[in-house]
């Protein structure tokens, strides 16, 4: 199985164990997208090697599972970026968005994909009409919204926001990997970063 397949099947367990319709829409859509890898390209991203030493650390088994994948993921900086989020912020947030309308894979109601918020990055507070659950990988970061108190969380965790819920996620000494899913109305130009 190519290490991409074994990657989306692996992120569909994490989505439908999150008991919601968003999850097990963005289950559904990694699965179907799994169906369709065949011999994928490889991609060169100057993104690449920062996301790869994050997943150095061995504290959940997709870790091996995303470095195994890297070299067939487009890693970028936040795909927001486009006039939504600073440069240099972006820069700070290697992504991808592996299936969705931006994604390696198309679907038109879900994005799914990972992301890295490195160290010492406040990002935030933002909002957007989407529903939205990270799930950790390694690291970790505080969490805040406007409905509760700021919380650290770390690999393991679960994190969702509800559609237009102001949000932010901030980084000490730690990054955060994460995969992440946005369901519902999932257009970039509902966001809002404040």
């Known amino acids: 199985m190519h290490p991409l397949t074994k990657l989306f099947v692996a992120l569909a367990d994490v989505f439908s164990v999150e008991k919601r319709d968003g ?37 959940h088994p997709l870790n091996s599972l995303v470095l195994k994948a890297s070299p067939f993921i487009n890693w970028g900086g936040s795909d927001l970026r486009e006039g939504r989020i600073p440069e240099d912020l972006a820069n700070k947030m290697p992504m991808c968005e592996l299936v969705g309308p931006d ?32 799930y950790i990988i390694n690291g ?31 980084t000490s000494d730690k990054h955060v990997f994460t995969a992440w899913r946005w369901s519902g109305d999932i257009g970039f130009d509902k966001y809002v970063l404040y």
């Open 23 to 59: 999850g097990n829409h963005a289950a559904k859509a990694l699965i179907e997208a799994s169906r369709l890898i065949d011999t994928p390209k490889k991609f060169k991203s100057s993104f690449a090697k920062e996301v790869n030493a994050s997943l150095m650390i061995r504290e």
């Open 103 to 134: 994604g390696l894979y198309f679907n038109e109601t879900v994005r799914v994909g990972l992301w890295l918020q490195t160290k010492g990055v406040v990002y935030g507070p933002r909002k957007h009409a989407a529903e939205e659950t990270f």
């Open 140 to 170: 970790e970061a505080e969490w805040w919204t406007e409905l509760k108190k700021t919380r650290l969380k770390g690999s393991g965790s679960y994190v969702f926001h509800s559609s237009n819920i102001q949000h932010k996620s901030i």
